[in-house]
């Protein structure tokens, strides 16, 4: 049902004017809303019966628009959309609908929204690289609106959004980690750990640290990887296995890739006990959290375990491994990727390199 109201406004040099706001409600909820201000109160009652004949009479569509945190809401009932979305990308989406900026209509959302939006978390202390997730998951958010949804979205204010947020500063991406663990590291690491591998409390599982930890280094695979790996993948003969659904920019699932297990990593795998399905049939998250534990506890400062990848991929290279062929470990499509993300090389090995 449509209906119309027009309210009466002072201009800034004195002059009346007259807004016109209709409004459509399906099941007692706004479906449509729409304005227009007009000079005269006549113009403005003529256009309002014109336009809800054009609605009733469906000469015109109407573009369905909701609140952005109802959105955010539908994609997040939503089990196909919701299902492949990622821990972090969850976690900004659901942090989103509480903000101010979910109170907006998906289409009047505005450049000057968004910069408001980017200084109120700035100023919470979040960095730019942070704030960055904000505006590309919400943005990914809104162009499902429209063909998911049936609901219209201003995605296009992305477009002039970006570039100015990243001129004031407001977002940016996060700087390029370099960190490497010392062998001093390593090396207290594998004590801490082993003495977390023996204090098993009792009804839980024991974790084998040590072996998943020099797994993960040789084979620079992340831990998610790890715990995912299946002994029908194992090929003994070659030694190498599948590792499947590895992660890509552009696809995740499906991508699966045959990996060498180099070195001691083939000989760490075929020792695990068969127990099921899994070579390494533990929680990844519980992996991760003994590792952080055991960390902390020595005080080793800003080690997290995704950089055992970078140590691996650098070990290879710095054994004289081409770029092509740690591509073959790692699973690299992006060779740029490989050797700008996730290789540090220490310079005082080449001299080794070059007495050799």
Not at 61 to 78: Q, V
Not at 192 to 205: A, D, F, K, S, T
Not at 273 to 300: C, E, H, K
Not at 322 to 330: D, K, L, Y
Request: aromatic share 8%; proline share 4%.
């Amino acid at each position: 049902m449509a209906s119309f109201t027009i309210t009466k406004r002072p201009r800034a040099n004195g002059e009346l004017s007259y807004r016109c706001e209709i409004v459509v409600k399906k099941n007692n909820a706004i479906i449509h809303r729409e304005s227009k201000t007009f000079r005269k109160k006549e113009l403005a009652r003529t256009f309002a019966k014109k336009r809800i004949q054009e609605i009733e009479n469906n000469e015109i569509g109407i573009h369905k628009t909701i609140p952005l945190n109802a959105l955010l809401d539908l994609y997040i009932d939503d089990i196909n959309l919701w299902e492949k979305t990622g821990r972090t990308k969850r976690y900004v989406i659901q942090m989103l609908r509480d903000c101010d900026l979910a109170r907006i209509e998906s289409n009047k959302l505005k450049t000057s929204d968004l910069i408001e939006h980017c200084r109120i978390r700035q100023l919470a202390g979040a960095k730019p690289a942070t704030v960055y997730h904000d505006i590309c998951y919400l943005r990914a958010v809104m162009k499902k609106a429209h063909p998911v949804f049936d609901i219209e979205a201003n995605c296009s204010v992305f477009d002039e959004a970006i570039p100015t947020l990243i001129d004031m500063g407001l977002i940016g991406k996060s700087d390029r980690r370099t960190r490497r663990p010392t062998q001093l590291e390593l090396d207290k690491l594998r004590v801490g750990l082993e003495e977390r591998e023996n204090q098993r409390p009792n009804g839980h599982v024991r974790i084998p640290y040590l072996d998943i930890l020099d797994f993960s280094i040789i084979t620079c695979m992340r831990i998610g990887e790890v715990c995912k790996l299946r002994w029908d993948d194992l090929n003994l003969e070659h030694k190498t296995i599948i590792v499947r659904d590895r992660k890509d920019p552009r696809k995740k699932e499906g991508n699966h890739m045959i990996a060498p297990l180099l070195g001691e990593s083939f000989s760490i795998a075929t020792k695990q006990p068969i127990t099921n399905d899994l070579i390494f049939p533990y929680n990844s998250r519980s992996v991760t959290a003994g590792f952080q534990r055991v960390r902390n506890d020595l005080g080793i400062e800003d080690l997290r375990y995704h950089d055992l990848r970078r140590e691996g991929a650098s070990r290879l290279f710095e054994q004289g491994y081409s770029i092509e062929e740690v591509a073959q470990v790692t699973g690299h499509r992006n060779l740029n990727i490989l050797w700008q993300v996730y290789t540090q090389l220490f310079p005082h090995k080449l001299h080794d390199k070059f007495n050799n």
